[in-house]
């Protein structure tokens, strides 16, 4: 008996297709195929308005792995606590910001671009000025569609834009649910996850309605699980039964390596790319291609 057999063995009394923490039967998905060519990128929106669920996180190391599998991208540091730069290592003052680009169309998005330690990805960054913007873009013309506008201008040149948004559904949450084609939710397994996200669907709703008729919901991707947690695996087992499959199989689980890779200022699957938590963003990475959520 190999030793996944005899893991599969032990605590199954029914034979079937192992389960993964979703429910569903557990699957690798496939290497995405090499791409031929770059760009249009497709914008995906990282959103949800609890601070702490892991959109940071996410932004990093799908940005990370998506560019393993040579996908170009481009991740937007659209919170003011610049935690997504300063994640990736990158300059956040006396260089321009996604501030200035939404302010000025003096800056191009390319004075504004740097580059990482992970080859193919990309970051335009955030300091704390952009809390004014909301002030200033309240009364310009359009003001949801700012940042749109900023994004097409870079679109030819990556195969995926990511906009990790702040934690609140004001106006820059809506310029980026405004500018992105799809929206992915990290939601924690964890006490009172599913309060708020009903308040967010409706923020999308009313986007899709008023602003962007193509947005998607790409999915909704488990963060901080704890398989050995009853807790954990009830509130995932709540939210399968709300979103059923816009929940994504791939879940991420809790682990310290997170806070270890963040000192270090880079993507966890560059810190320690054996790690099972890295694997869990390759396979996020794969699911969203395989999806048709990204190229
Ligand atoms: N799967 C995880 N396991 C443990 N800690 C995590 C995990 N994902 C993120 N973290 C940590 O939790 C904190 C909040 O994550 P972050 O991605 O910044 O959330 P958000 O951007 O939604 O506020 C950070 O300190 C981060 O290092
Ligand atoms: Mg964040």
Do not use: W
């Not at 321009?96 to 390319?110: A, V, W």
């Not at 309605?209 to 999915?219: F, S, T, Y």
């Amino acid at each position: 008996m190999t030793q996944h057999q005899q893991d599969s063995a032990v605590g199954t009394t029914s034979p079937g297709p192992e389960l993964g923490p979703t429910g569903r039967p557990s699957r690798e998905f496939p290497d995405p195929a090499a791409l031929a060519s770059h760009g249009p990128a497709r914008i995906i929106a990282l959103c949800n308005q609890k601070g702490g669920v892991g959109k940071t996180t996410t932004t990093i190391n799908l940005g990370a792995t998506l560019a393993e599998y040579g996908r170009r991208v481009l991740a937007i540091d659209f919170d003011p606590q610049g935690a997504l730069s300063a994640g990736l290592g990158v300059q956040t003052h006396d260089v321009p910001t996604i501030y200035d680009l939404l302010l000025s169309r003096q800056f191009e998005p390319k004075d504004a671009i740097q580059r990482t330690s992970v080859e193919g990805l990309d970051v335009i960054p955030a300091n704390i000025d952009l809390s004014a913007a909301e002030v200033h873009l309240v009364t310009e013309v359009a003001r949801e569609q700012i940042l749109a506008g900023v994004l097409r201008r870079v679109s030819a040149d990556y195969d995926v834009i990511l906009i990790d948004c702040q934690p609140s559904l004001g106006l820059l949450t809506v310029n980026a649910l405004t500018a992105s084609h799809g929206v992915i939710i990290p939601l924690e397994c964890e006490f009172f996850a599913l309060r708020g996200v009903a308040l967010l669907i409706e923020t999308i709703d009313k986007v899709r309605d008023r602003l962007n008729p193509a947005i998607e919901l790409d999915g909704i991707l488990a963060t901080m699980y704890d398989a050995r947690t009853l807790h954990s695996r009830e509130v995932l087992e709540r939210v399968v039964d709300a979103f059923g499959d816009k929940v994504l199989e791939t879940v991420i689980t809790r682990t310290v390596k997170f806070p270890d890779a963040t000192v270090a200022a880079t993507p966890i699957t560059e810190f320690a790319p054996e790690h099972q938590a890295s694997k869990a963003y390759r396979q996020l990475a794969r699911e969203l291609v395989f999806r048709g959520a990204v190229a």
